[in-house]
Nanobody
Framework: QVQLVESGGGLVQAGGSLRLSCAAS????????MGWFRQAPGKKREFVAA????????YYADSVKGRFTASRDNAKNTMSLQMNSLKPDDAAVYYC?????????????????????WGQGTQVTVSS
């Protein structure tokens, strides 16, 4: 059974940092793009970041560009999201996701419906 399990969420002051992790299991993720999404109360789930299977290409929402960094370790089937300079607007439940890359282009990575597998989410709270 495929599982994606997020960890690393918590409470942090504005300006602080958190590192989220996502552990994948249950199948090989060769060729899969890994993504991060977030959802705040009353808002739609939104794209945060994505990383190609090789790790050589990363994509970020404008709102997090320059502050967040996605990385992955394929040998360990893990992915991370380093979040710096956190703002109260970053508070949300963060989800990791995996989608098989059929070379349709990076615009697909922004769409939550494109991903095949999802984790249960981890809460990030940012106090002002």
């Amino acid at each position: 059974q495929v599982q994606l399990v997020e960890s690393g969420g918590g409470l942090v002051q504005a300006g602080g940092s958190l590192r989220l992790s996502c552990a994948a299991s249950g199948r090989t993720f060769v060729g899969y793009v890994m993504g991060w999404f977030r959802q705040a109360p009353g808002k739609k789930r939104e794209f945060v970041a994505a990383i190609s299977y090789s790790g050589s290409s990363t994509y970020y929402a404008d709102s997090v560009k320059g502050r967040f960094t996605a990385s992955r370790d394929n040998a360990k089937n893990t992915m991370s999201l380093q979040m710096n300079s956190l703002k109260p607007d970053d508070a949300a439940v963060y989800y990791c996701a995996a989608g098989f890359d059929r070379n349709l282009g990076p615009t697909t990575y922004l769409m939550s419906g494109w991903y095949n597998y999802w984790g249960q989410g981890t809460q990030v709270t940012v106090s002002s």
